[in-house]
């Protein structure tokens, strides 16, 4: 389904950390913010704000 919008499904995640869980959530947090820094800036981004000016 995100491929059908044109996301990459790399930049979607999903999971379970309770809130007992600081040191994960922390964990988790980090690894996906450093995922989603490898993969560069979201091209979707430039579509939409050229088509806002449109």
Known sequence: ???DLGID???FAIE???SA???RFAEVVTAFTDKIRSL???PLKKKTA???CA
């Open 16 to 18: 379970w950390v309770s």
């Open 50 to 52: 050229a088509c806002a």
């Open 9 to 11: 499904p790399e930049r």
């Open 21 to 23: 869980e600081a040191p």
């Open 1 to 3: 389904m995100l491929e």
């Open 40 to 42: 560069g800036p979201n």
